[in-house]
């Protein structure tokens, strides 16, 4: 049988550990097929954000709508958009599938990748459409509780680690895999962050990189 297709609209990270690169590893370890769309390019690595490129409206809608007309997703993740305008445009393309909205606004590092025209258009558009949300507590605060979808925040757990970076993205990532494979939202989020501990374990010990290390996105143990 066909894998369930998923669809990721975020941010791509230089560094492998968050954004694009963590959600399709997520996907793949989770038996979905990932398919994505570039909404922004960034140049960060394990100790920070270096500078941010948002893609072009139109850009972005055309990869939308190749993916959207062709592969027909089961449910949306988004991550980083960027702009109010690509954040109004998920909302008209994506309402009425599953979907998981990861409000990427403040970096693990601290950075701010998005301002308060791009959190307004996420209340005014994105969360009254959204099947769950997944917020930071940091983004919990900066977005108000809305009104309209199920909201789980993400922590990074109890393991003792500071490979963390792409924590957040991975699980909204496998919140969506688990939710399109036809999970209730309580068992999705459940299996989620047991996948999130998982990994966090599993490079809890790495040594890559000069700042918060990536979480683990490979399976079984490596030397």
């Known amino acids: ?133 997944t917020p930071n507590e940091e983004e919990f605060l900066a977005l108000g509780e809305p009104d309209h979808a199920g909201v789980i925040v993400t922590r990074g757990g109890d393991i003792d680690t500071t490979n963390d970076h792409g924590t957040g993205c991975t699980h909204s990532s496998a919140l969506a895999a688990h939710l399109a494979h036809g999970a209730t939202i309580p068992i999705a989020a459940e299996r989620a962050a047991a996948y999130v501990s998982q990994q966090l374990h599993l490079g809890k010990n790495w040594t890559l990189g000069r700042g918060r290390g990536p979480v683990a996105h490979i399976q079984g143990e490596h030397s």
Not at 22 to 50: I, K, N, P
Request: charged share 15%.
């Open 1 to 133: 049988m066909n894998p369930p297709v998923v669809l990721t609209i975020a941010g791509t990270d230089s560094g492998g550990a968050a954004g694009i690169a963590a959600d399709l590893t997520t996907f793949a370890a989770l038996g979905v097929h990932g398919a994505c769309v570039v909404a922004a390019v960034t140049a960060q690595d394990t100790t920070g954000v270096r500078a941010i490129h948002p893609v072009p409206l139109d850009v972005v809608a055309a990869q939308l709508d190749a993916v959207l007309e062709d592969l027909d997703p089961v449910a949306v993740k988004t991550g980083m958009l960027g702009t109010p305008e690509v954040v109004r445009l998920v909302a008209e393309r994506c309402a009425g599938r599953i979907l998981v909205v990861d409000p990427v606004l403040v970096a693990t590092s601290g950075a701010v990748l998005a301002d308060d025209s791009v959190v307004q258009a996420y209340r005014q558009h994105l969360l009254p459409v959204a099947t769950v949300i």
